[in-house]
């Protein structure tokens, strides 16, 4: 008997892969700007997908912070004049990312913005557990 298709929780969500393609193609390092993006939760989904995807493919994404940028040189989620968003984004090598995040912020992990191997707090796990249709932790 055959094997069925993975299970669905598995599944990768691919869907701006092109985006990571389109920047691998131009180059490291060179910035790519997505314009004409409806609404802001819109270029922050496309923003989310890119780092997730350029994760899949095992490069580095720069596609800003979760708040919307105002300053020209920075990567990011922008208002244009007319009403949409623009995003600034670029693609690097991980290795090459990876050294100059420890020259801009050190080589001590406590000091970094985000600290990859610091023990979670008591209210993330909380926020993690699985719950009920009314909302209690289910243990």
């Not at 969500?13 to 939760?41: M, P, R, W």
């Not at 490069?59 to 995003?87: I, N």
Request: with cysteine.
């Amino acid at each position: 008997m055959p094997k069925g298709p993975p299970p669905q929780w598995n599944r990768r969500d691919c869907s701006f892969d092109h985006l990571v393609v389109a920047a691998l193609n131009k180059g490291y390092g060179q910035v790519l700007v997505y314009s004409g993006i409806e609404t802001e939760e819109r270029a922050h989904a496309i923003r989310r997908g890119i780092y997730r995807c350029a994760r899949h493919r095992g490069v580095s994404a720069d596609a800003g912070r979760s708040v919307t940028t105002s300053s020209d040189d920075e990567m990011g989620v922008r208002r244009d004049v007319g009403g949409t968003f623009t995003l600034r984004y670029r693609i690097f090598d991980k290795r090459v990312a990876r050294k100059a995040h420890i020259q801009r912020h050190g080589a001590d992990r406590g000091s970094w913005p985000y600290n990859p191997r610091r023990r979670a707090t008591d209210e993330e796990r909380e926020s993690w557990a699985n719950r009920d249709e009314k909302g209690n932790v289910v243990r």
